[in-house]
């Protein structure tokens, strides 16, 4: 089922009613808490009996006392023919003073159950709510797959900015929008008459007692015995009518009529099923009797406008960066297909790209949405570009695209699977291989192995082009532009370099950080809230490419700072590395909250090599709570590339550093990072044991081997990397 498509459409077409409910609702929660507030009493509250007997006395005209849900006694009368409501004191029934139905304005109430528009807009309210149902349904399912399942519900959350803010408030407000939504569809039933809330047989019984005078109310067994905090209403007889009676309705669910003369009690009725459910749905929608629901409803409300704009960027942003396709050829007229399966729309970028290259090869191409797979008698070859979205879902509107290719026969055709993810999710690119199992057991020729594209790299795209034309047999000339963010300008403030090996030196650049406006802000320019091991991305002069750098330092700390090493031939690196006090850079931030640490007081154990200390660098420097955190270190030469060795060793001084074990490879008997683990083993276990996280940055062949000694250490404990991975206690952020 498209759980998305009905999740992003119904939120944004339902969107502007929803948000008229929302702020309205979130305002009439103020009464249950205000109510709440103004009926607190102390101990020793009279029976009923009592209560009535000398409230009777003191309002003149007294028709009905009624015990609110918030426990506040009001006594209702007629006054010189006018209508009178008086709060009474629920301890010695003395009159308070004139009692106020609601602090909220008519027209709030009116509008927020019927839109000002009468049964019309009482009807759309009943729309609206089951809209916010099934809102609340396919949210709560797709936030179930974003996390893993039930299990892991209340565990991290990734993400950062805008997606973050949304799924994070859906967490927390799903619940009770979701009983909100479910007692309003009652609520509304109940007033179109859908379900019926009288009994049957409606008792009509009168006073026959042959007795004179009237009993005293204070005498009157019933009320005697029930307690003032069962009362929901009690109804004086009319002293015109001598055959009215007393009528008294309990909060246990039940009304009965007493003979005004003898005291008898004359009929008793239970309330109904949908009475009882009426009662239960009052509560829950409105908060009345329960001011901490109310106080969790009004909050509910109020983030409907909040999940209403974070769900707008989100969609416009996906718009944005999905390009047109110039040239598409008709599927039947194509020799190469190509499907795209994307949830945020970037992936369009790649096959925009490699379109305009096969099509200036000779090819005809096909792009299309992944869910309008087919292939046609003149089809040569397909490619499918497919994006995985949070626990190894498919994108939205490819939900039903591997059922569809599985109806397919297979034909001539060769297929490659390119996917695209990011490894620090359990489930990389799961989608991608589910795709290319479904290819490979249906009988379709292969064109190329599957392969993975972590966070959407330019790099690695380019390679694969590569490895594509040698399939071809020809030269393909791909020129992929990724649509980026707005960049700013960063300007260097100082430089630290380091010698480094031969014709490999590096250098520790640290940026101003750019002055951010309110009005950068609400068009969310500049960096934003950074924090270290998020990624820069820096934009090399007449460069459309970014070259991404994980950044040693978070906003919080008031400046940008990265650790480069220059690569021969790199573009990027050479353009940093000539940089001088004072120039500057273009560049933007990409968030990369898997690897990130978040701020809490689990210990963590970070590994790093060359220029990967950078991020680790930055945790260590932002640890003022000193947290635990014990860092493995490898270099070749502490003389040439101990990046910041110096502020190591203060912050090892200060406590932010618990541990520092370095290993060069050069000096001495030499040796890596993953040898100075095994030699640490035990206490490596002991931070493990103790709810550690682990991150790695550095080269791929540095973390694999990482990865291989970990696996070693943490076999006595039952645990590996792939557990600790899955749990989000290991990431890493390799090149």
């Known amino acids: 089922m498209p759980f998305r498509l009905i999740h992003r459409w119904l939120g944004l077409v339902a969107g502007a009613l929803a948000l008229v409910l929302g702020f309205t609702g979130a305002m009439l929660a103020l009464d249950p808490v205000t109510d709440a507030w103004q009926a607190r009493a102390g101990a020793g509250e009279p029976s009923v009996a009592a209560l009535a007997q000398r409230v009777g006395a003191d309002v003149p005209g007294i028709e009905e006392i009624r015990r609110l849900p918030s426990g506040m006694i009001v006594a209702y009368s007629y006054d010189q023919g006018e209508v009178r409501a008086d709060r009474i004191d629920p301890v010695d029934g003395r009159v308070r003073g004139p009692w106020q139905p609601s602090l909220m304005p008519r027209w709030v109430k009116n509008l927020h159950r019927s839109l000002l528009l009468g049964d019309v807009g009482r009807a759309a309210a009943a729309v609206v709510a089951l809209s916010m149902l099934v809102l609340s349904i396919t949210g709560l399912v797709l936030l179930l797959r974003r996390l893993g399942g039930w299990r892991r519900l209340g565990g991290r959350m990734r993400g950062r900015g805008m997606d973050r803010l949304h799924a994070v ?19 509304s039933a109940t007033t179109f008459n859908l379900v019926s809330l009288h009994p049957p047989d409606d008792p009509d019984p009168i006073s026959t007692s042959a007795l004179a005078d009237d009993l005293p109310v204070a005498q009157l067994p019933l009320l005697q015995t029930l307690p003032l905090s069962e009362l929901k209403r009690l109804g004086f007889p009319n002293p015109d009518d001598p055959e009215d009676t007393w009528q008294v309705t309990t909060t246990t669910g039940g009304q009965g009529w007493l003979d005004r003369r003898s005291g008898e009690l004359l009929v008793w009725q239970d309330a109904t099923l949908a009475q009882r459910i009426h009662g239960w749905a009052m509560l829950l929608h409105t908060g009345e009797g329960a001011w901490v629901w109310a106080v969790l409803l009004g909050l509910a409300g109020a983030s409907i406008p909040l999940f209403w704009f974070t769900g707008l960027i989100l969609w416009w942003r996906a718009r944005r960066v999905r390009p047109r396709i110039v040239g598409n050829q008709p599927l039947p007229q194509a020799d190469t297909l190509v499907f795209v399966a994307s949830e945020t729309g970037t992936t369009w970028g790649f096959a925009a790209a490699l379109h305009a290259a096969l099509g200036q090869a000779g090819h005809r191409v096909h792009v299309a949405p992944l869910e309008h797979f087919q292939a046609a008698a003149g089809t040569r070859r397909i490619i499918v570009l497919a994006a995985t979205y949070g626990d190894g879902q498919s994108p939205a509107h490819a939900t039903g695209a591997l059922e569809k ?88 403030i100082s430089r630290e370099s380091y010698p480094g ?6 250098a520790i650049l640290r940026f101003a950080l750019p002055a951010r ?25 007449g460069s459309s490419v970014p070259r991404y750098y994980s950044l040693a330092s978070g906003h919080r700390d008031g400046f940008v700072e990265l650790c480069v090493r220059l690569l021969p031939g790199g573009e990027c690196s050479t353009f940093l590395h000539g940089l001088a006090p004072g120039d500057a850079a273009r560049a933007f931030v990409r968030p990369n909250p898997g690897f990130t640490l978040e701020r809490d007081r689990r210990p963590a154990v970070l590994i790093g090599a060359g220029t990967g200390v950078a991020p680790l660098a930055g945790f260590i420097r932002g640890n003022r709570r000193h947290v635990p955190m014990h860092l493995y270190f490898g270099a070749r030469d502490p003389a040439r590339d101990f990046y910041f060795g110096e502020s190591l060793a203060q912050w090892l001084a200060d406590g932010r550093l618990t541990r520092l074990r370095t290993i060069f490879s050069r000096v001495g008997d030499g040796g890596y990072v993953q040898d100075a683990l095994r030699q640490d083993a035990q206490s490596v276990r002991e931070a493990v044991r103790a709810g550690a996280r682990i991150r790695v940055c550095g080269s791929r062949p540095m973390a694999h081997d990482v990865v291989l000694a970990l696996d070693e250490i943490l076999a006595p404990l039952d645990l590996d ?12 952020d390799v090149f």
């Open 169 to 187: 408030t859906g967490r927390l407000a799903i619940p009770v929008l979701l009983v909100s939504a479910l007692a309003a569809l009652w609520l």
């Open 517 to 541: 406006g309110w009005r950068d802000r609400l068009a969310m320019r500049g960096l934003g809230g950074f924090v270290a091991g998020d990624l820069l991305g820096v934009l090399a002069p």
């Open 405 to 492: 290719i599985a109806r397919t026969a297979p034909q001539d055709a060769a297929v490659a699977v390119l996917g695209f993810g990011d490894r620090q999710y359990p489930a990389f690119c799961a989608f991608a291989d589910a795709l290319e199992q479904s290819f490979r057991a249906q009988g379709w020729p292969t064109l190329l192995p599957l392969a993975r594209i972590h966070q959407q790299s330019a790099q690695e795209f380019a390679r694969w082009c590569e490895t594509l034309a040698e399939a071809l047999g020809e030269p393909l000339q791909v020129h992929y532009r990724p649509h980026l963010p707005p960049t700013c300008e960063l300007r260097l």
């Open 721 to 732: 990397i792939a557990r600790l991975r899955a749990g989000g206690r290991y990431a890493e």
């Open 501 to 506: 090996q031969g014709d490999r030196p590096g």
